[in-house]
């Protein structure tokens, strides 16, 4: 059973620092991996989406890795500001039969202070 | 490029109540996704929709919950009755044909509150 883990649940952090948000999955058997950001009360916003081919994927000042064989992905925010304070939601598309479901984490609630 | 619609944003409703979502993918998605996301999780799915054919209920609950999708497109999500339990964010999401290389797009989804 796939499993997708977070690390850290939680980080606050000072406007400008560059952080790293970890998460891990049990299968290595998957499609793709996505990071979404969702901000309180919202719906999720797609951030970065890296098939199961690929090492990483580059967006502005947000760069996802992915190293299928380990079970690990990182999301690495360079200069951090207010406006990334959300929750980071990862999630994986694993090889299920008919279905293309996504399996989540349970997310990292990040706060950047200015 | 118009996003995934849903209503109603809040919803607040006495236990054994019934309740309705209904959800509008971006135009040309042929798949389509229910996901209940309860407080301090991630989102789980409840249904998928290829067209308007059934993939995958294998964690509906179904002596209480309910969808559709007519037609291919709009999809309606139904819960009767509800339980305490059943207090979530309802999240539907919509991808292109062939969605296991594609990205999954999320609405604003529905916030349910069962007292």
């Known amino acids: 059973k796939q499993e997708v883990t977070q690390i850290p649940a939680a980080l606050s952090v000072p406007e400008g620092e560059n952080l790293v948000l970890n998460c891990s999955f049990t299968?290595?058997?998957?499609?793709?991996l996505q990071w979404f950001r969702q901000d309180p009360g919202k719906g999720l916003t797609s951030l970065l989406l890296i098939q199961s081919s690929q090492r990483e994927q580059t967006s502005g000042r947000l760069n996802a890795s992915l190293d299928k064989s380990s079970g690990r992905s990182t999301l690495y925010i360079a200069a951090s500001q207010p406006g990334d304070s959300a929750t980071y939601l990862c999630a994986v598309r694993p090889y299920t039969g008919n279905t293309d479901k996504l399996i989540f984490g349970t997310g990292t609630r990040l706060q950047v202070f200015p | 490029e118009a996003g995934v619609a849903q209503s109603p944003r809040y919803k607040i409703i006495e236990k054994r109540q019934s309740v309705a979502f209904w959800c509008n993918p971006i135009?040309?998605?042929?798949?389509l996704y229910w996901y209940q996301q309860i407080l301090g999780q991630g989102p789980k799915l409840l249904i998928q929709?290829?067209?308007?054919?059934?993939?995958?209920d294998s964690q509906l609950p179904k002596d209480r919950f309910s969808a559709e999708r007519l037609k291919g497109v709009d999809s309606t999500l139904k819960i009767q009755p509800a339980k305490l339990e059943d207090s979530a964010v309802y999240l539907c999401?919509?991808?292109?044909?062939?969605?296991?290389?594609?990205?999954?797009?999320f609405g604003q989804g529905t916030r349910l509150t069962v007292v």
């Open positions: 999401a919509s991808s292109q044909a062939g969605g296991r290389n594609t990205e999954a797009f």
């Open positions: 135009s040309g998605h042929a798949t």
């Open positions: 929709f290829q067209n308007n054919g059934v993939v995958d």
């Open positions: 299968d290595s058997a998957i499609y793709n």
